[in-house]
């Protein structure tokens, strides 16, 4: 599928580039829950969904563009949402990042390490960061999402400033607000990125562990 243009909104910031790769946030009606994760892929960029595999190499058939249709995705919908107890069709995703950073010309997963990173999130959060009002529970996955839904600024144990590793499998303190919010925003539960856990293998039960309890949270067996 072509590329989608970037909105009128996008122009500014400094990740516009030839101002395509738009690749807007999945929002289901009535969801309680929203996955919010750092910035698209090339198969979300293009909109090819990850359905099987077959020899170990996926299988994609077309769809819109959205978060979460590349194998990241394809972990998401058949591992990590049901160890909670959701589908994939009672979940928002959304993305801090609407689309990719074009490096020397060509389009990559990379993110800036520059202020220009800062500056672009700052830019997209406030031009295309909603919320759906349903929302009671934000799962930050990554240190991305975490910082940008709150966890810039808090400290570790040790006094560094904290990760998502600091985190994982814990809430964020307070809620998370915007403008056009009331202050009982939803709760942050923060998950290691399930892209890391493709080359993280030692993470993988501590996150089954982590997706468990999020079930509990939701069900209100935990805290």
């Known amino acids: 599928m072509p590329l989608l243009n970037k909105p009128e909104t996008c122009r ?20 309680k829950v929203a996955l ?17 595999y077959i020899g170990g190499k996926p299988v994609f058939e077309p769809c819109s563009h959205e978060p979460l249709t590349g194998a990241t995705g394809f972990s998401v919908r058949n591992t990590w949402l049901p160890k909670a107890g959701l589908t994939h069709d009672n979940v928002s995703y959304l993305n801090i990042l609407k689309c990719r950073w074009t490096l020397h010309g060509k389009r990559t997963n ?13 830019h997209c959060m406030a031009a295309h960061f909603k919320v759906p009002d349903s929302v009671t529970t934000l799962v930050a996955a990554g240190d991305h999402a975490f910082k940008a839904l709150g966890g810039a600024g808090l400290k570790a144990p040790d006094g560094k400033p904290a990760t998502i590793s600091s985190y994982r499998g814990y809430t964020l303190p ?12 939803p709760v942050v539960y923060c998950v290691v990125h399930p892209a890391d856990l ?23 067996e935990w805290p």
């Open 110 to 122: 990379k993110l800036p390490k520059d202020k220009s990173y800062y500056q672009a999130v700052r």
């Open 174 to 185: 307070g809620v998370y607000t915007e403008p056009t919010r009331p202050l009982d925003g």
């Open 36 to 52: 919010v994760c750092q910035n698209p892929g090339q198969s979300e960029e293009q909109g090819q969904r990850v359905v099987s």
């Open 198 to 220: 493709f080359r993280s293998r030692d993470m993988l039960l501590p996150s089954r562990m982590d997706w468990a309890r999020l079930g509990k949270l939701l069900r209100g």
């Open 12 to 31: 500014g910031c400094p990740l516009f580039a030839d101002g395509r790769g738009w690749v807007p946030d999945r929002l289901i009606e009535g969801s």
